[in-house]
């Protein structure tokens, strides 16, 4: 047991820190060169620096990466994508809400998603090792089905609702574009995200920006792709 915990903590820490430093780092892109993924920036953003938001936000996929670990012994992606940056987020802006002074800084969200992923690891390895083998089966037969509906559609109804309370022009892109996703790929969310980040660089900066037009043409090369390699223009 000892043994695992400080594997975990040694993991944690490393890994909760590097991920939580590059998302703070994609709101400097592109003077300085970002490192993180795309969709948690725009899940990041969708919250609007409320660290209630934040940590409601992941708290949802830390329920379904518990469930996980304990049904298969193995951590999901969404512990360092969403659970790490969206509470590192919400313990820095429960004291200071200026999200330039927190949830901007890479050095504050390197410290804060160190401490944030030690934590989470160290509490979900530790679970997965100390639960038997029949509470296992139990948690993978019904706790399986439950993470599924949160993932879809509970979530991307609550991504849309934010899109929609954003303003006209984000609610249009986010339904399009989440409409576009759940077509090709059986999920919104991305798209969902994708017409967030669009909408809001078009109110700020307009459409004539080259930022938004850049970003528009790759989110439609993007989907364009996607769906040719997935056989979706086969169907037709």
């Known amino acids: ?14 890994g909760g820190g590097c991920i939580a430093a590059g998302a703070a780092r994609m709101f400097h892109a592109p003077e300085i060169q970002s490192m993180g993924a795309f969709r948690t920036l725009g ?16 708290l949802g996929f830390f329920f379904s990466s518990a469930a996980s670990a304990v049904a298969a012994g193995a951590m999901t992606q969404d512990v360092m994508h969403r659970i790490v940056p969206n509470w590192g987020a919400a313990v820095l802006l429960a004291k200071n809400k200026k999200v330039e002074e927190t949830l901007h800084n890479p050095r504050k969200m390197m410290l804060s998603g160190a401490v944030i992923g030690g934590l989470v690891v160290v509490f979900l390895n530790t679970v997965a090792s100390v639960i038997p083998e029949k509470l296992s ?31 006209k022009t984000t609610g249009i892109w986010g339904t399009v574009l989440g409409g576009v996703s759940a077509l090709i790929t059986g999920n919104a969310v991305p798209g969902v995200v994708l017409g967030i980040l669009i909408g809001k660089s078009a109110e700020e900066n307009g459409y004539k920006s080259k930022i938004v037009q850049i970003l528009i043409a790759i989110v439609v090369i993007l989907f364009i792709a996607i769906a040719y390699f997935r056989g979706f223009f086969g169907q037709f």
């Open 1 to 14: 047991m000892l043994e695992i915990v400080i594997y975990s903590a040694i993991i944690g820490i490393i």
């Open 43 to 58: 899940e990041l953003n969708a919250c609007n620096g409320d660290p209630i938001s934040h940590f409601s936000f992941g």
């Open 137 to 167: 089966t139990i948690a993978s037969e019904v706790l399986g089905p439950a993470t599924s509906w949160l993932i879809n559609p509970v979530m991307p109804a609550i991504f849309w609702l934010a899109a929609v309370d954003a303003g």
